[in-house]
């Protein structure tokens, strides 16, 4: 079993929609969550970091539920500029420099 | 202007042929990573450092090397490359400040496209 899993998608929406999307992670022991947005193959740019009572950054939410193991990523208002890949990204605590990436979820945003 | 670079950018090179990867950056971070991409699989870690002459496997190290001399430069080395290391490969670093929340984000460098036939 993958240590995170996200759906692939693509998820199609049109502008001004609102998707959101989960990621399941497998290690309990789990600490530290970070949604990274990747452009065509672009490098990894962090989107935000996931804290445990939730958090907003613009139009962008993320929640964390420990007792399932998920987080997830609400985006509202999509721009065209929102098309991406999203990667879910797991680390085991604070300290721990391996991260577990997921494999992306494709969100593409049309007129 | 804070960053990570790797060169080369591109690659195409053939089997057995030994190839180095270079990374630096200039964010005095300790630690270094370096990542491969493949379609499906998302990011995978092939090496780490914490620190200088701190180095440490991450999930697929076989057929790399790396080296950690210096604090700004972590080179990753094909000694003998193979077709299945045809990828996208990704150099990243972080500081460290502490603390659970405080965990800094890791930048990444533009990626080099390998190709070994």
């Known amino acids: 079993r993958k240590e995170v899993e996200q759906d692939p998608g693509p998820f199609n929406v049109p502008e001004g929609a609102t998707v959101a999307f989960n990621c399941t992670y497998s290690?309990?022991?789990?600490?530290?969550f970070f949604w990274y947005r990747q452009d065509c193959r672009k490098e990894p740019k962090l989107l935000m970091s996931?804290?445990?009572s939730g958090n907003e950054d613009g139009r962008f939410t993320a929640q964390l539920n420990r007792a399932s193991q998920y987080i997830s990523l609400l985006i509202r208002d999509s721009k065209l500029s929102d098309s991406a890949t999203y990667l879910c990204?797991?680390?085991?605590?604070?300290?721990?420099?391996?991260?577990?990436f997921g494999a992306g979820t494709t969100v593409t945003v049309r007129a | 202007e804070a960053q990570v670079t790797q060169n080369p950018r591109y690659l195409i090179t053939v089997t057995g042929k030994k190839l180095t990867v270079t990374c630096s950056q200039n964010?005095?971070?300790?630690?270094m990573s370096w990542y491969r991409q493949d379609p499906g699989l998302g990011l995978r870690q092939i090496y780490y450092?914490?620190?200088?002459?701190?180095?440490d496997k991450g999930d697929v190290p076989e057929g790399y090397k790396v080296s950690r001399k210096e604090k700004r430069n972590f080179p990753l080395i094909l000694e003998s490359p193979s077709p299945n290391q045809t990828s996208l490969y990704f150099c990243?670093?972080?500081?460290?400040?502490?603390?659970?929340?405080?965990?800094?984000?890791?930048?990444f460098g533009d990626g080099t496209r390998l190709s070994i036939l």
């Open positions: 990243a670093s972080r500081g460290w400040t502490g603390g659970a929340e405080s965990n800094q984000p890791q930048h």
């Open positions: 290690n309990s022991a789990s600490q530290s």
């Open positions: 996931v804290y445990s």
């Open positions: 990204v797991v680390s085991l605590s604070s300290n721990d420099y391996k991260l577990s």
């Open positions: 964010m005095n971070h300790e630690y």
């Open positions: 450092s914490m620190n200088v002459e701190v180095t």
